[in-house]
């Protein structure tokens, strides 16, 4: 029996909106990726690459000619459909509406539609310890009168295609949580407690294991982080909120029972591995010999001088100093 999850949608005529959209890409610098896929990369280059969003053209018809033929196959007036496009960062819950297209500009869609560039960025691509999703839908920008089997309701996706851009510092993350006054009484923290990392010492050593990192954050503080991520405040508490986090998870393996005996090889897909990879920062290009040999090299760091990976972490943070220089040159009360 089929395990898979499938979204049930009680319309009929909608595949050839899905077409459209089952050709999709989003153009990463130099790479290309297709609907449904993600690329990795480095915290420096996810600040400062450029995406574009392209929908090619197939026997010479245009975007907006095939969203109106789609529209007519579906039942629905072509003036009613709409292109949208979110980008959305999981962590931060960030969600920006980058392009609002409605049918009558669709005709820019032809060319790519630029979704950032070092200069013009959304929130979401700020924020290198989230990563960022982009979410392209064509939607219902109108209510329409209610039929069988057709959509109706404003706002209503008709066909959409997801890309994902992860950076190497989201691969060894955590999800800030809201730290509220039940959740201190529950964890028996003091009243001004502003972050309180949570760990389950199991989880850091276990395969595959995701995000076991539970970092709680005040949730006046992350409200308003979610609120203003672009401030040199806002990037500076990330960034310190990743060094929060990576300092409980090294703190947790220092004292784990197995840290004795552990070999690099034993690491494979874990949380300690993939840190540990991250501070020797060797590149793709590295075989696996040599990512093993470092990885060894900094676990026997781990186990004799933890608080040198601690100083390591900071190190490999981009801009930290900048955002902290620019918070104290703050105006002055």
């Known amino acids: 029996m089929s395990t898979a999850i499938r979204t049930l949608r009680p319309f009929s005529g909608l595949d050839a909106f899905a077409a459209i959209f089952n050709q999709a890409s989003l153009t990463v610098d130099d790479d290309e990726l297709e609907s449904g896929s993600r690329i990795q990369l480095d915290p420096a280059t996810f600040l400062r690459c450029s995406a574009a969003l392209t929908f090619p053209s197939v026997e010479h018809a245009s975007f907006k000619d095939r969203v109106a033929r789609a529209a007519e196959t579906a039942g ?28 009558a500009a669709l005709d820019r869609v032809d ?4 979704i950032a560039d070092p200069a013009n960025r959304p ?11 982009i979410e392209s839908y064509l939607t219902l920008f109108e209510h329409l009168e209610r039929a069988p089997l057709r959509p109706w309701r404003l ?4 066909a959409r295609a997801d890309f994902r851009l992860d950076t190497s510092l989201g691969s060894i993350g955590f999800t800030p949580l809201p730290l509220s006054s039940a959740v201190r009484d529950r964890l028996g923290l003091p009243p001004d407690t502003l972050r309180f990392a949570e760990i389950d010492p199991d989880d850091i050593f276990a395969p595959g294991s995701v995000e076991p990192v539970r970092l709680w954050v005040d949730e006046e503080l992350l409200s308003n982080l979610t609120l203003f991520p672009r401030t040199s405040g806002s990037l500076s508490l990330q960034r310190q909120l990743f060094v929060d986090a990576m300092t409980a998870l090294t703190l947790t393996a220092t004292r784990h029972e197995e840290i004795a005996t552990l070999e690099a090889v034993d690491l494979g897909d874990t949380l300690v591995g993939g840190l540990l990879d991250w501070i020797a920062d060797l590149g793709p290009s590295a075989s696996e010999e040599q990512h093993i040999d470092a990885r060894q090299t900094w676990l026997g760091v781990l186990r004799d001088n933890p608080v040198m990976i601690i100083a390591l972490i900071e190190n490999r943070i981009s801009k930290f100093r900048g955002d902290l220089v620019e918070t104290i040159k703050g105006t002055a009360k």
């Open 76 to 103: 629905v007036p072509p003036h009613a459909v709409g292109l949208l496009v979110v980008a959305k960062s999981r962590r931060l819950r960030l969600a920006e509406i980058v392009h609002q297209i409605p049918f």
């Open 155 to 158: 706002g209503t996706w008709l």
């Open 123 to 133: 929130d979401s691509f700020r924020t290198p310890f989230s990563g960022a999703l």
């Open 111 to 114: 060319s790519k539609l630029l």
